[in-house]
Structure formats: C-alpha cells, structure tokens
T-cell receptor, first 115, second 115 residues
Framework: AQSVTQPDIHITVSEGASLELRCNYS??????LFWYVQSPGQGLQLLLK??????LVQGIKGFEAEFKRSQSSFNLRKPSVHWSDAAEYFC?????????????FGTGTQLKVEL | DTGVSQNPRHKITKRGQNVTFRCDPI?????LYWYRQTLGQGPEFLTY????????KSRLLSDRFSAERPKGSFSTLEIQRTEQGDSAMYLC?????????????FGEGSRLTVL
C-alpha cells in the first residue's frame, strides 16, 4: 500500500531564511509525487509535481523539490521564505493504478513564518 | 474556466439529519474525486468517478454515504443520518483522463459541522 510520511508537524522559520520540508513515501512502482499547499479554510493548491525526467523540479512561488529514489524522499525547498508562505503543506504520492490517480497524502507540515 | 466549484462551503447540521454536497468539476475533466479531511490530517480518499461510473470506493465510505455523478458532469455526495464523527472538510477534485502527470485540481471544500 502506498503511504507518505511528513515527519515535521510544525516548522517555524524567519522571513528570508531558507526552508526544507521533508517527505518520505512508500510506493511499489515509479511514483507520481506532488506537493500541495493549503491556506486556512481553503482547498489545496498544487505547488509542483514529479512524474518523470529531471529529478529536480521547479514549482510556483519559488519552490523546488528533489526526487531521490534511493532515499524514497521528495523534500520541498525554498531559498528565501516570505511571510505569505505561512500555510500547511502536504506531500502526496500516487500512480495510475486501475485507471485512476488516487493520491495518498501525508499528515501535513504547518509552516509559521516569523517576521 | 473557474476551476472546481463546491457548495455549500459551510454546513451546520444536527446529528441524524441528511446533508448533500455538490461539486462542479473543471468542464473538460472526466475524472472526479471526493476526499475527506479532518482537523490536523491530510485529505483521505473516499471515492472517484470516471465520467458517470463510480470506479472505486474507500472503506471510509460507510453505507450512510452515497455519491453520484449522473451525467458525468457535476457530482453530489450525500450523508444520511449524520454523526458527530462526520464533521470534516469534504474536498472535491477533478482531473483529465489523458493528463500525463495525473494532477488533481481541488475545490475549496465543503466544511460540515455536526452538532
């Protein structure tokens, strides 16, 4: 069964500092990997995705993530955090099994940005 | 194209009442998914449709839950005889069958509170 672990429930960083959010996955085949962001009371917005090709993927809002198959990881990074990045971040894994892309999400990491 | 639309955005009901949520996906998307998100957790898969066919249901979807997508466009999720444990955010997502990445586009969710 596929699963996602986000070991950090809460992270606090200062504005302008770098950020790395951890994600480890378990999946039996080549995974499709996603990072979504959720602001309070809102739905999920896709930040970036990996499904093939270059293992370093660029996303919106200056985020990037690196797929490391040997470590089963897909960590999210940003070189300089802005106060507006404060939100909850979800890593998800999926694949085309049975015709549908049923994503499995981690429990999320709540990011707080100190000014 | 206005994205995935869900309504109502908020619903407060008394235990034992029935509630129905509606989801209008992105118009050209033929796959539609329902997820449930409880406080402090990531979204959990409930069910998905390809056109009007319901192809998979999670064990989380008890007999009190029913989802339909009668004409392959909008979908409804009905919960009968609501219980306090049903209180959650219900998220709808859609995707395009032939999209290589399998990205899901989420609506802003319908929050249910059962008193």
């Amino acid at each position: 069964a596929q699963s996602v672990t986000q070991p950090d429930i809460h992270i606090t960083v200062s504005e302008g500092a770098s950020l790395e959010l951890r994600c480890n996955y378990s999946y039996g085949a080549t995974p499709y990997l996603f990072w979504y962001v959720q602001s309070p009371g809102q739905g999920l917005q896709l930040l970036l995705k990996y499904f093939s090709g270059d293992t370093l993927v660029q996303g919106i809002k200056g985020f990037e993530a690196e797929f490391k198959r040997s470590q089963s990881s897909f960590n999210l990074r940003k070189p300089s955090v802005h106060w507006s990045d404060a939100a909850e971040y979800f890593c998800a894994v999926g694949g085309f099994t049975g015709g549908g892309n049923k994503l499995t999400f981690g429990t999320g990491t709540q990011l707080k940005v100190e000014l | 194209d206005t994205g995935v639309s869900q309504n109502p955005r908020h619903k407060i009901t008394k235990r034992g009442q029935n509630v129905t949520f509606r989801c209008d996906p992105i118009s050209e998307h033929n796959r539609l998914y329902w997820y449930r998100q409880t406080l402090g957790q990531g979204p959990e898969f409930l069910t998905y449709f390809q056109n009007e066919a319901q192809l998979e249901k999670s064990r989380l979807l008890s007999d009190r839950f029913s989802a339909e997508r009668p004409k392959g466009s909008f979908s409804t999720l009905e919960i009968q005889r609501t219980e306090q444990g049903d209180s959650a955010m219900y998220l709808c997502a859609s995707s395009f069958l032939l999209a290589a990445s399998g990205e899901l586009f989420f609506g802003e969710g319908s929050r249910l509170t059962v008193l």
